[in-house]
């Protein structure tokens, strides 16, 4: 649909930049920045661009910017959620280079694909404080692949994979690496449908096929996926009542023991 491609996105917003110094130093950014960043309470100027950014997002923009100065690599866009206002943003970093090729500066350059992955348009506001929103919810899942960002369809999701501050996204077609982590996704997909059976595992429940038992240890079979996830003890009882047999107080024991 024309109103959700990319192409579209690009054509009808500009991108946000912030210019940093060699220190990493915020030294400018454009107003679309200002508008969209939560930067007036905390006035970044003139300092680490890592100071203001979320404790949860400080090693996303590190690595970023540790790319950047990677003379061969040519790193993939990254999605990152911010959280005053609530958006996810595609960021691009790029290293400047002075006359001699030393490093001068970098440039941090986003655009906010809210609309593409949640389904709502982003608020565009000339007012210079945006209040804090509900959690957006994402009808899509923002991948890599080759240096493209792919859209993957939230329902066609088997269950997600944490793999430190990143993720793995299986679907029937494989695996996706995501940069967003498992916490973030799991407040923004459907809880009717997404359940945390473990610190690494998001489950797609509307996949269920079975639950295993095997030497005290409890885990969860997904329909099209050939092994089963496990389940956390602390998310057997929680994990029955979310399928609907809550009640069946025997079987939780069983799995229990």
């Excluded at 915020?26 to 661009?49: G, H, I, T, Y």
């Excluded at 348009?121 to 692949?145: C, D, F, G, M, Y």
Aim: some cysteine; proline content about 6%; glycine content about 6%.
């Amino acid at each position: 649909m024309q109103s959700r491609s990319p192409l579209y996105l690009l054509e009808r917003f500009d991108p946000g930049v912030v210019h940093l110094d060699r220190e990493l130093r915020v030294v400018a950014m454009n107003s679309l920045a200002r508008r969209l960043l939560p930067v007036e309470d905390k006035q970044p100027f003139e300092k680490m661009v890592l100071s203001f950014h979320p404790e949860r997002s400080v090693a996303k923009v590190k690595f970023l910017l540790d790319q950047a100065e990677c003379p061969v690599s040519n790193p993939p866009p990254m999605t990152m959620i911010i959280n005053i206002p609530e958006r996810v943003l595609l960021i691009k970093v790029t290293k400047l280079g002075d006359l001699r090729g030393d490093t001068a500066g970098y440039t941090l350059i986003f655009y906010d694909i809210t609309e593409l992955v949640s389904g709502e348009a982003p608020a565009i506001s000339t007012e210079p404080t945006l209040k804090p929103q509900a959690k957006r919810q994402l009808n899509k899942i923002p991948t890599v692949s080759q240096n493209r960002i792919v859209l993957v369809d939230v329902e066609a999701v088997t269950y997600i994979r944490s793999e430190g501050h990143y993720t793995w996204v299986s679907t029937a077609l494989g695996s996706s690496f995501c940069n967003l982590n498992i916490g973030d996704l799991a407040d923004r997909l459907d809880g009717a449908s997404f359940f945390r059976i473990h610190r690494s595992y998001l489950a797609n429940l509307d996949f269920a096929e079975q639950i295993l038992r095997d030497d005290g240890k409890v885990s969860l079979k997904l329909r099209g996926e050939t092994t089963a996830l496990p389940v956390a003890r602390t998310s057997v009882a929680k994990l029955l009542e979310q399928l609907g047999i809550g009640e069946a107080d025997a079987l939780k024991a069983d799995l229990r023991n």
